[in-house]
């Protein structure tokens, strides 16, 4: 190999150094955007299980990504290692071995690392430099490849040691060709290259081969950053959903506020984080470490902020449960306190004395009665009862004795009364009794029968029998009367009974 050959092949791996660099730095624009959106995406906020999601889809793309890196990775450590054997066994110059040794060390430690195969290529590359710089011994070996892989041979062992190494090169080479991930109209350029790298025992060509090798290598490492950059396109829509169902369904939760300003200081904290790390991330690897830690913590976050939600679930479902008791008692309460109103209102309705309903009561059934009666033409009367010289009995026996009387008295009228009539006290010594369905002629009837009944009951006092009578007016309910009028014309009746000489039944006609 001649000096220019060497100068060349040096030329080709700087150009691929350089090259590789800067794919490798993370320079893209689209990427640059796409982080961008991330960091606002971000910035809204996101949800548990939402993130949870995001992570699981994640996943497989990470996997997959890491697996063919890795593939590639290994194609690129067992090249490195087999370059520097072959300048190894160059026999002209003594490869320096602390450097040698460094750079093995180097390769050991970051092959696995995309982003540091071009400071591992440039290890090479001064490795070769440090070794054929070195002061000529046999100018026959000043080429790259003579001096690399010839030593004190004829030409023709010469020859066919370089058909050999050429060989070894090129499997190492169309090896190192099989596992890069490439877009497909690379297929071609691939199956040609290795025919190229295979058919080959020119170790003049060796150079432009190695030149394609490299560049396929860097479109490779290309498509790697793409694939990341497809990844973080896809993680920045998913962010970007996630913002939006927190932004309906948490931001709607008035009660959560408190912990809606915690979880989004803490959120915004992390994003912050983020974007500083992101922004002084110096390689592919480190960004995705980055963002894939960051979503992490942003995961247990919202991990908290879950466990954080199911507590205040869990209050709130013990308020309402309480809140639940609460209005059940009260409704007992209700109950009970209805029930109390309708007993105190039945006592207003009721004559404590002879447990008979009262005036008041008679008010309140009389008019809707009478309404009734007349819209359904029915007949309705209504008789004024009086005992007959009562202030007599109170004078006579005692008040007592008095209140004995008006506690008899309705128990007489009760007992020729139908079922559906209705007698009050309305007052003193005064009852009233409604006969529905009653003609005046039935109603007559059955206030005669009262006088009778009360007339005929074998009161006594302090053992000595007693008579009572009572007195009664009867009135018959005309068409479009009030019921003061029908109570008018009955006490008329009951006067002109009283005047009658007591003891009567009087009826309007
Ligand atoms: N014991 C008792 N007496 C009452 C009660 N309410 C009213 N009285 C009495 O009933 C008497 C009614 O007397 P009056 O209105 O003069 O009439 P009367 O003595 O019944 O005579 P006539 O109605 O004309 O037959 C009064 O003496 C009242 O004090 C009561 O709740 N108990």
């Given at each position: 190999?001649?000096?220019?050959?060497?100068?060349?092949?040096?030329?080709?791996?700087?150009?691929?150094?350089?090259?590789?660099?800067?794919?490798?730095?993370?320079?893209?624009?689209?990427?640059?955007?796409?982080?961008?959106?991330?960091?606002?995406?971000?910035?809204?906020?996101?949800?548990?299980?939402?993130?949870?999601?995001?992570?699981?889809?994640?996943?497989?793309?990470?996997?997959?990504?890491?697996?063919?890196?890795?593939?590639?990775?290994?194609?690129?450590?067992?090249?490195?290692?087999?370059?520097?054997?072959?300048?190894?066994?160059?026999?002209?110059?003594?490869?320096?071995?602390?450097?040698?040794?460094?750079?093995?060390?180097?390769?050991?430690?970051?092959?696995?690392?995309?982003?540091?195969?071009?400071?591992?290529?440039?290890?090479?590359?001064?490795?070769?430099?440090?070794?054929?710089?070195?002061?000529?011994?046999?100018?026959?070996?000043?080429?790259?490849?003579?001096?690399?892989?010839?030593?004190?041979?004829?030409?023709?062992?010469?020859?066919?040691?370089?058909?050999?190494?050429?060989?070894?090169?090129?499997?190492?080479?169309?090896?190192?060709?099989?596992?890069?991930?490439?877009?497909?109209?690379?297929?071609?350029?691939?199956?040609?290259?290795?025919?190229?790298?295979?058919?080959?025992?020119?170790?003049?060509?060796?150079?432009?081969?190695?030149?394609?090798?490299?560049?396929?290598?860097?479109?490779?490492?290309?498509?790697?950053?793409?694939?990341?950059?497809?990844?973080?396109?896809?993680?920045?829509?998913?962010?970007?959903?996630?913002?939006?169902?927190?932004?309906?369904?948490?931001?709607?939760?008035?009660?959560?506020?408190?912990?809606?300003?915690?979880?989004?200081?803490?959120?915004?904290?992390?994003?912050?984080?983020?974007?500083?790390?992101?922004?002084?991330?110096?390689?592919?690897?480190?960004?995705?470490?980055?963002?894939?830690?960051?979503?992490?913590?942003?995961?247990?976050?919202?991990?908290?902020?879950?466990?954080?939600?199911?507590?205040?679930?869990?209050?709130?479902?013990?308020?309402?449960?309480?809140?639940?008791?609460?209005?059940?008692?009260?409704?007992?309460?209700?109950?009970?306190?209805?029930?109390?109103?309708?007993?105190?209102?039945?006592?207003?309705?009721?004559?404590t004395l002879t447990d008979l309903p009262n005036r008041t009561a008679y008010q309140d059934t009389i008019l809707p009665l009478c309404k009734v009666t007349q819209k359904t033409q029915k007949s309705l009367c209504l008789a004024v009862c009086d005992i007959d010289h009562f202030k007599k009995v109170n004078d006579t026996w005692g008040h007592l004795a008095g209140d004995k009387v008006l506690r008899l008295v309705p128990k007489q009228i009760?007992?020729?009364?139908?079922?559906?009539?209705?007698?009050?006290?309305?007052?003193?010594?005064?009852?009233?009794?409604?006969?529905?369905?009653?003609?005046?002629?039935?109603?007559?009837?059955?206030?005669?029968?009262?006088?009778?009944?009360?007339?005929?009951?074998?009161?006594?006092?302090?053992?000595?029998?007693?008579?009572?009578?009572?007195?009664?007016?009867?009135?018959?309910?005309?068409?479009?009367?009030?019921?003061?009028?029908?109570?008018?014309?009955?006490?008329?009746?009951?006067?002109?009974?009283?005047?009658?000489?007591?003891?009567?039944?009087?009826?309007?006609?």
């Open positions: 190999m001649t000096e220019s050959s060497s100068d060349k092949l040096i030329e080709v791996l700087r150009k691929a150094v350089s090259r590789t660099s800067m794919l490798a730095e993370g320079n893209d624009p689209k990427l640059d955007s796409v982080v961008r959106q991330i960091r606002q995406a971000i910035t809204k906020g996101a949800n548990a299980e939402e993130i949870q999601e995001v992570l699981n889809n994640a996943e497989p793309l990470l996997i997959q990504s890491d697996e063919a890196l890795a593939n590639r990775a290994r194609q690129i450590r067992i090249a490195l290692e087999e370059l520097i054997n072959l300048l190894e066994r160059q026999e002209s110059k003594r490869v320096p071995q602390n450097e040698k040794k460094q750079l093995e060390a180097q390769i050991r430690l970051h092959w696995q690392s995309s982003s540091q195969w071009p400071q591992l290529l440039k290890g090479f590359l001064t490795l070769a430099e440090n070794t054929l710089n070195q002061a000529e011994v046999d100018p026959a070996r000043s080429s790259f490849f003579k001096r690399l892989f010839n030593r004190n041979r004829s030409t023709s062992d010469s020859q066919k040691n370089d058909q050999d190494i050429m060989m070894q090169i090129s499997h190492t080479l169309a090896g190192l060709m099989n596992n890069l991930s490439l877009p497909s109209h690379y297929d071609e350029d691939v199956v040609d290259l290795k025919k190229a790298l295979l058919g080959n025992n020119n170790l003049q060509q060796l150079p432009t081969l190695l030149d394609e090798v490299i560049s396929l290598i860097m479109i490779a490492i290309g498509k790697n950053q793409e694939s990341l950059t497809n990844y973080l396109n896809q993680l920045n829509k998913q962010l970007a959903s996630i913002n939006e169902s927190i932004s309906s369904s948490y931001f709607s939760q008035k009660s959560l506020s408190e912990s809606r300003e915690g979880f989004s200081s803490t959120l915004q904290k992390q994003v912050n984080d983020t974007s500083k790390a992101v922004n002084s991330a110096d390689d592919l690897d480190s960004l995705k470490n980055i963002i894939n830690d960051r979503l992490s913590t942003i995961s247990n976050t919202m991990t908290e902020y879950k466990t954080q939600m199911v507590e205040q679930e869990k209050h709130a479902t013990q308020s309402i449960t309480l809140l639940k008791n609460k209005v059940t008692r009260m409704e007992k309460d209700t109950v009970s306190l209805r029930s109390l109103l309708q007993e105190k209102l039945a006592q207003a309705m009721t004559d009760r007992s020729v009364l139908h079922k559906a009539d209705m007698i009050f006290r309305y007052g003193g010594e005064e009852f009233v009794i409604i006969f529905p369905n009653t003609t005046l002629a039935q109603a007559i009837e059955r206030a005669d029968a009262i006088r009778l009944a009360v007339a005929k009951a074998p009161f006594n006092m302090q053992g000595e029998p007693i008579s009572i009578s009572v007195s009664i007016g009867v009135a018959e309910l005309h068409t479009h009367e009030e019921p003061e009028s029908l109570f008018s014309r009955a006490d008329k009746q009951l006067y002109l009974a009283k005047e009658a000489g007591r003891n009567k039944v009087m009826a309007h006609k």
